[in-house]
């Protein structure tokens, strides 16, 4: 009978410490985990890319892939192995090579590192390999995108210029558009539609609005300017942009998508 309780004792007091180192593991994993990832919020990594596409993008492209040998994009990197590393570079830079040092803070290098990270686990959903001269007549031809954009000062002048847009906007945004142009509107392809008092309609691409007066490109591609006292009704509208969703097969869409990147000169 002894034996019995002295079992049962020792039972009860291994049950004790195994519960108590669960919830040991428990604590240290609660209240560790959030120091190592507070930098990388939705917040934190947008704000990361914003610092992207204004320091970084320059030279190693929206994409991260514009050097040889790197890749941000993809988490591919010459040196670095750790975010400490990439921290490190991205303040003091890399001696004997273009890229410079910068004076960004602690807070702003880790964060920029959390959006590479991010975009590193992004990949756009196509599974082909693009080639932009294929891509280059399908903007023109099936895809129809002249009737609207405008390339290396070819095409309309109704939607956005797309000269530059390989400089600013990464693959998968733009294959996202292309698919699902509603997802995200840029600033520069937000339309906008007016009522003026007299009953007229008038719809265009928004260039500028303020407390009196909106400016567009009408759907003629003729600038126009209206004050908001003479207007009986004004709004932001649905983008006209069409989905290429059904229209452009697994193949096309990668071609496009790298037609679209390789687009980097001077807008006309």
């Not at 034996?3 to 593991?25: E, I, P, Q, W």
């Not at 990668?254 to 807008?267: F, M, N, P, Q, T």
Request: with cysteine.
């Amino acid at each position: 009978m002894q034996n019995a309780k002295c079992k049962m004792h020792m039972r009860s007091r291994a049950a004790r410490l195994l519960f108590g180192s669960a919830v040991f593991a428990f604590c240290i994993l609660t209240f560790a985990l959030p120091a190592t990832a507070q930098h990388e919020t939705a917040s934190d990594i947008e704000d990361g890319g914003r610092v992207f596409r204004q320091s970084c993008a320059n030279c190693h492209g929206p994409d991260g892939n514009e050097i040889p040998g790197i890749d941000l994009g993809r988490g591919v990197f010459k040196t670095a192995k750790t975010d400490e590393d990439l921290v490190r570079i991205i303040q003091k830079g890399v001696p004997g090579t273009p890229m410079p040092a910068t004076n960004m803070s602690d807070e702003q290098a880790k964060r920029v590192v959390a959006y590479l990270r991010s975009t590193a686990a992004t990949k756009t959903s196509a599974t082909a390999v693009g080639d932009a001269a294929r891509g280059k007549a399908l903007f023109e031809g099936k895809g129809g995108c002249l009737k609207c954009h405008r390339a290396n000062g070819v095409g309309s002048r109704i939607g956005p210029d797309l000269t530059r847009v390989g400089q600013l906007r990464r693959s998968v945004e733009l294959e996202r558009s292309l698919v699902d142009p509603a997802a995200e509107v840029v600033p520069t392809g937000r339309f906008y539609r007016v009522v003026t008092k007299d009953g007229a309609t008038v719809t265009g691409r928004l260039l500028n609005i303020d407390t009196f007066t909106v400016q567009m490109i009408d759907t003629k591609e003729q600038l126009r300017s209206f004050t908001k006292a003479n207007l009986k009704e004004h709004g932001f509208i649905p983008s006209p942009m069409p989905s290429y969703k059904a229209t452009l097969n697994t193949q096309e869409l990668a071609d496009v998508v790298s037609y679209l990147v390789s687009l980097k000169g001077r807008a006309n």
